[in-house]
């Protein structure tokens, strides 16, 4: 891997800066120097260096703060150059221990300032490509950049392709899933994509709702129509005409509204609550629960003419467990969105939180991944989150016993979906990262029961 000879040299006038620069030069790297007041230093953006070097000698407190803001703010890892007595200071050797990735003495022999700064180098360029790689993986399809719908599996490669499909035309669409899966996000995502883009998204929950108040929360009520009713109120459906309405719970809905629902879907005109007029309401309805309603329906709790109604067009949003593939995308993906949540120090995941992570069972699926990630971003004080920090008990992660060609297969699928994600896909590069022939790859994904999708669908927030 070729590594780019360029490192910036951050000074205050030190009387060893340009002692060090000429060190550098000699070493063979091109320096670009930066000096106080580092707010102002808008070339580091324009310059790319992988390796940065911060001569802390002779800093003065009031450029301490915007030196960090400047680290911070880099891409690149950074060597201090530093005197005991300067690192005595806490301010400064708070600065060393979280920012910067080694520290050395003025007067630092050449080998070792040389051998120091490759591996610097090598590591930034290391990390950046590990960085591409993750967003192309997080961000499969630019199109569709404003939701969390991440994932590389042929799961979720098939939940992507239902939901360009039934986007395209304007029936009702029903989804089922279980809870913390995603429901509403998939809604989101079909509206994004249907001739009613342009209109609005409104979502109701209504098992959250007091019964008295869904009719009124869905149809509107005119004034005087019953206590409390001062002025006429428009309800969610006339609210959202020409877009799309997302009930989510749908069979928490109590029987009496679901006659009302009913007769809105078959004439699609409403009533106010205390009035007499049809009004004409244009709106797609797109309903979600994580119940059983032909279950509910046997048992007399939803309406089997409305669960007929509502259920033309189905999607099941699958459990993370069926598409452990995507745990260390997702993980991934959510740590970058809540950085700002996270210490300066905090870089990542350990291997054995990653393990962890994909080894449980997830009952509450993405929304129980995202919680529990932001725990450990807040909790962890390492560089690397723990197991520890993620708040998993390992004996709550079910041991299985297999063999070893069965531990092979699983590392064998694992790597060739997480290459074939990486690369959108596409057989040609996937082969060169995993070192083998495209003729292998088709063989394994025949062998594993993957198949290429025909289009991609995945967005984030």
């Given amino acids: 891997m070729e590594v780019d000879a360029r490192c910036w040299l951050v000074e205050d006038g030190a009387k060893g800066a340009r002692h060090l ?8 790297w091109k320096v670009h120097r930066l000096s106080p007041p580092f707010s ?17 000698d002779g800093l003065s407190s009031l450029h301490l703060g915007q030196l960090e803001s400047l680290l911070i703010r880099s891409q690149c890892l950074w060597l201090a150059v530093a005197s005991d007595s300067t690192i005595d200071n806490a301010d400064n050797s708070r600065l ?33 490509q590990d960085a591409e790689r993750r967003h192309s993986a997080a961000a499969m399809s630019s199109d569709a950049a404003e939701y969390e719908m991440v994932g590389t599996t042929p799961a979720m490669w098939t939940l992507f392709q239902t939901i360009r499909k039934v986007a395209a035309v304007d029936a009702p669409v029903f989804i089922s899933g279980e809870s913390g899966t995603g429901k509403e996000l998939t809604a989101q995502a079909i509206h994004e994509r249907s001739p009613r883009a342009s209109a609005a998204f409104h979502a109701i929950n209504c098992g959250a709702l ?39 719970e749908i069979g928490d809905l109590p029987l009496e509204l679901q006659v009302n629902l009913l007769r809105f879907l078959e004439t699609r005109c409403i009533q106010r609550v205390g009035g007499l007029e049809d009004i004409a309401v244009d709106v797609r309805i797109i309903a979600a629960t994580h119940v059983n309603l032909e279950k509910a329906v046997e048992q007399g709790r939803f309406r089997e003419d409305l669960f007929h109604r509502l259920n033309v067009l189905q999607i099941k949003v699958p459990p993370l467990r069926e598409h452990q593939e995507d745990i260390e995308i997702l993980a991934r993906y959510f740590f970058e969105r809540f950085s ?18 994909r080894q449980y069972h997830w009952p509450g699926n ?28 390992r004996r709550k992660i079910p041991r299985h016993s297999m063999s070893l060609d069965q531990a092979r297969d699983i590392a064998e699928r694992e790597a060739l979906v997480a290459a074939l994600g990486r690369n959108k896909h596409k057989v040609l590069p996937a082969a060169q990262e995993l070192g083998v022939s495209r003729v292998t790859i088709y063989r394994l994904m025949e062998k594993h029961g993957l198949s290429r999708p025909q289009a991609c669908l995945a967005a984030k927030s």
């Fill in 96 to 128: 060393v221990a979280t920012l910067c990735h080694g520290v050395v003495a003025p007067d630092v022999a050449s080998a070792d300032l040389g051998c120091l700064m490759k591996h610097a180098a090598f590591l930034s360029c290391l990390q950046s």
């Fill in 40 to 56: 102002e230093c808008g070339e580091l953006d324009a310059i790319g260096c992988g390796v940065g070097v911060v001569l802390l």
């Fill in 21 to 28: 620069e000429a060190l550098l030069g000699s070493l063979g």
């Fill in 210 to 248: 007091p019964d008295h108040l869904i009719q009124s929360e869905l149809f509107g009520h005119e004034k005087g129509s019953f206590t409390g009713a001062v002025q006429r109120k428009i309800g969610r459906i006339e609210a959202t005409d020409g877009g799309t309405l997302f009930l989510d």
């Fill in 340 to 357: 700002s949540e996270k210490s300066t120090r905090l870089k990542g995941f350990s291997r054995e939180a990653m393990l962890v992570l």
């Fill in 366 to 393: 993405i929304r129980e991944l995202i919680n529990r990630i932001r725990r450990a971003m807040v909790m962890c004080e390492n560089p690397l989150i723990q197991p520890d920090d993620l708040g998993i008990e």
